[in-house]
């Protein structure tokens, strides 16, 4: 492979892959590599090998726009959907073009030369390798692969027994018999809770706070029936567009009339648990639906191993681990065994990577988005980041899809330079954070170093589908902010 590529992809996740197949489909005059810090495709999916791990969206949307999702199952595990990952990168030979083992570090613009040179690390020797490249495309996720968020416990290192992260799962756990405290209320949390029941001796889901939760079954009924009637292409579609309208549809309402889908949650939640229950306590957050990630339940399986005795839910908070267990701040003791810690991500800018813009460090706390998805005074770079409120790979393909609109405007129009700059009338816009109306800690807790967001296009990034596909599909390339620039002319000397 060359070390000069006119499109440079730095991770080989859901998103890389799904970078790789526009860009040879839309984009095939431009060559392009993907370099892959981790020594397999996957990203998420292969890192995460926690119990049970599976998606919290419907494979019919975060499954590619191009490739059908055939299986019966629409909440897919995590083994299945590295599968369908597979199954892309060899129908389309996407292989041949990554690069695994190289950990990205730097990345270099050079006006002079309209060029970023990269700088890897080859996990394998530690030696350090440079690529350069027209265009960098970052598809390397929103967290840190290093390791997850873990708060601070006092007392943890007086506890006798083994705490884990979900980020970093051990094959070795043995937990059969055992008695198993989660602390956290997210998806994670939510998925460990029924896989490690039916070996564990008790698991207990430790919260702060509830989060809302809903029940769905893990196959789409309408799905499987068009499958039968109708090309496989043509009912994926057809499914896609369903459950992208109902996913919007169902998010709209939360904003226009948050009480009563708050209303209609909890109604469905003691129908599971009974009346007896404490949904009060357990399952009736102090924020509206949606302000933060909700959480899917496939066929009711979390409130199946509540009623069955083998999980329970804790709503406290901790005082203090010791040696047997945890002490809460009411006074009452969880005994455990195991500890597991799905306490969230941390999340970071870029694949936790230096860039400078000729000579100059880049902080992006210091520009403004353009879409969501560049920088402003960044030139030819894209990062790709889905949505908190629907399907990653919803916005993915789309992000893709405008990259290569822009290569291809590059080519048709002799420039080599596309660099979003405020116009003189956004100089004065009110300041918003990057994702807005969104409360969960693991988002709060980073905003300040991500790019601001203003009141107006292009300087948005809306997490509404229908509005970025008029904004990445339609609207002129050419807007006043986005700047195209043709090659620098370089004076020479008289012979």
Not at 162 to 188: C, N
Request: glycine share 8%.
């Amino acid at each position: 492979m060359s070390d000069h590529v006119d499109v440079l992809v730095v991770g080989a996740g859901i998103s890389g892959i799904g970078a790789a197949y526009h860009l040879q489909t839309l984009s095939p005059d431009r060559t392009f590599t993907i370099l892959e810090g981790r020594d397999d495709i996957g990203g998420t999916w292969d890192l995460f090998r926690y119990p049970g791990v599976r998606s919290d969206s419907d494979m019919h949307t975060l499954g590619y726009s191009f490739k059908p999702w055939t299986a019966a199952k629409s909440i897919a595990d995590g083994p299945s959907i590295m599968a369908y990952l597979r199954d892309t990168v060899a129908e389309y030979g996407i292989d041949r073009h990554i690069r695994f083992g190289h950990l990205v570090t730097t990345a270099e613009w050079s006006s002079d030369d309209a060029r970023w040179t990269v700088t890897a690390t080859k996990k394998a020797t530690g030696e350090t390798v440079r690529l350069t490249c027209n265009f960098l495309f970052m598809c390397s996720g929103y967290y840190s692969y290093k390791e997850g968020y873990t708060p601070e416990f006092p007392g943890r290192d007086r506890f006798q027994g083994r705490i884990v992260h979900p980020q970093a799962w051990p094959d070795d756990l043995d937990y059969a018999g055992k008695k198993v405290v989660i602390i956290g209320s997210g998806a994670t949390a939510m998925t460990l809770v029924p896989a490690m029941a039916d070996q564990a001796a008790l698991v207990t889901m430790l919260q702060r706070s509830p989060t809302y939760v809903v029940s769905a079954p893990d196959e789409d009924p309408i799905a499987n029936g068009l499958r039968k009637v109708l090309p496989g292409k043509l009912a994926y579609e057809i499914t896609r567009k369903k459950n992208v309208a109902m996913q919007q549809f169902m998010y709209g309402r939360t904003r226009t009339q948050p009480e009563k889908v708050k209303q209609t949650l909890l109604k469905r939640v003691r129908k599971e648990l009974g009346e007896s229950y404490d949904v009060d306590t357990h399952f009736t957050p102090t924020y509206n639906p949606w302000d933060q990630r909700m959480c899917l339940v496939p066929n009711s399986d979390l409130f199946k191993s509540i009623n069955s005795g083998k999980a329970t839910v804790v709503t406290d908070h901790i005082d203090t681990f010791d040696e047997t267990g945890i002490t809460l701040a009411s006074g009452a003791h969880l005994d455990a065994d195991i500890v597991v810690t799905a306490t969230g991500l941390n999340l970071v800018t870029l694949g936790e990577m230096t860039f400078s813009v000729d000579g100059e460090t880049i902080d992006f706390a210091d520009t403004w988005t353009y879409k969501g998805m560049s920088y402003s005074g960044v030139p030819n770079l894209v990062s790709t980041f889905g949505y908190i409120n629907a399907s990653w790979t919803l916005r993915a393909d789309l992000t893709s899809e405008y990259v290569c609109r822009l290569l291809n405007h590059l080519r048709e129009t002799g420039t080599v330079q596309c660099t979003p700059r405020l116009r003189p009338s956004d100089a004065n816009m009110p300041q918003r954070p990057w994702i807005d109306d969104f409360s969960a800690g693991y988002m709060q807790r980073v905003m300040d170093r991500f790019p601001k967001q203003g009141d107006r296009e292009p300087w948005i990034n809306p997490q509404n589908y229908t509005r970025d596909k008029k904004m990445f599909r339609k609207a002129p390339l050419d807007d006043g902010c986005m700047q195209f620039t043709k090659p620098r002319v370089r004076e020479t000397a008289p012979a």
